[in-house]
């Protein structure tokens, strides 16, 4: 995938907001004016996110030591002996900023902009918050089994631990009593990244979880830089899955829970998408998208073209014979 030159000037000419605002919130600028690229945004839909969105950020007060240093390696060593190194490293802290540091640094390839990748790498190790070793993987249960059998443990059903925030609840959940029995119930042949985002988005579409969005374009982040993980990823990746379900309350799993039509085709999901209010509509319709077309699961399509019909837009969307929302 390439997005347009003027896309990238975009991005770019962005960095001197930081990648915080209001203290510990995650900058979505580039990851969302990714999606709206890639998605057919023209000029002017960008420029009306951005008239919403830049007022939001704050400058870059700190942090600029650490982008020089990741944009003098990616100089010096390239982009793909940067990532091999930095990459294994990161992904112990994957659900680091509610996955925000894997999704903006997949994002980050994907805008083709090496600036954009120092800054994303950056930003990742600026919010890197791992949680404690997991147990091995000893089980004999598919993922989606897992969280299912967590959603019957009367220890975390409807009950979220303390925190905040996304990752503050998923770091207290992995430290809760039983968080580990959970965790290595897996079987290790069934603990795949395809398994574990089929779980993940058979949860969001039982619920539409705040968290669980974040879990599903996690999961569609690392994706993209599992080339650059190593063996260890999804090792890595279903704790925090598993952390991040219980810190949400491990909220029901079976059926569908979302209110919005899922009934719209990709290109009136995307059309849709592109005047959502909200950037993280933007990005969940875009990952979805994205993974329908790597696994063809027609579930990405139903739950995002949910989201984007139960969404605020900011521009009446264009009326598509397929659209009955």
């Given amino acids: ?20 605002y209001r203290g510990h919130l995650a900058s979505h600028y580039p990851m969302a004016i990714v999606a709206l690229d890639s998605m057919g945004a023209d000029a002017a839909d960008m420029d009306r996110f951005e008239a919403r969105y830049l007022p939001l950020l704050e400058p870059m007060a700190e942090g600029a030591a650490a982008v020089e240093a ?5 100089a010096r060593d390239g982009e793909e002996a940067v990532l091999r190194h930095w990459i294994p490293r990161l992904t112990h802290a994957v659900a680091s900023a509610a996955f925000h540091g894997a999704i903006r640094t997949a994002f980050a390839l994907e805008s083709g902009s090496s600036r ?3 800054h994303a790498l950056a930003y990742w190790q600026a919010a890197y918050e791992a949680l404690r070793d997991a147990p091995p993987f ?3 249960l598919a993922p989606h089994d897992v969280l299912r059998t967590i959603a019957r443990d009367s220890r975390f059903a409807g009950h979220k631990p303390p925190g905040r925030n996304i990752i503050e609840r998923t770091v207290a959940a992995s430290q809760m009593p039983g968080f580990d029995s959970h965790v290595g119930a897996i079987d290790p042949t069934k603990a795949d990244l395809d398994s574990i985002a089929r779980a993940v988005l058979r949860a969001y579409a039982a619920c539409g979880d705040f968290t669980l969005l974040h879990c599903v374009t996690g999961c569609h982040a690392l994706r993209l830089l599992s080339p650059y993980a190593g063996a260890g990823a999804t090792r890595r990746l279903w704790p925090a899955i598993v952390a991040a379900y219980i810190g949400a309350g491990a909220p029901p799993l079976e059926g569908w829970g ?11 999901i995307k059309a849709r998408a592109i005047r959502c209010e909200d950037e993280h509509d933007i990005k969940f319709a875009y990952s979805c998208w994205r993974e329908w077309q790597h696994r063809g699961d027609d579930l990405y399509r139903r739950v995002a073209s949910a989201r984007v019909c139960s969404a605020g837009t900011v521009a009446p969307a264009p009326v598509m014979a397929a659209e009955a929302c």
């Fill in 1 to 20: 995938m390439s997005i347009a030159a003027g896309t990238r000037a975009r991005i770019e000419g962005a960095h001197r907001f930081s990648a915080f």
């Fill in 70 to 74: 990741f944009a003098a390696a990616i």
């Fill in 116 to 118: 954009e990748l120092a």
């Fill in 138 to 140: 000893a089980g004999s």
């Fill in 258 to 268: 979302l209110v919005g039509d899922d009934s719209l085709d990709w290109e009136a």
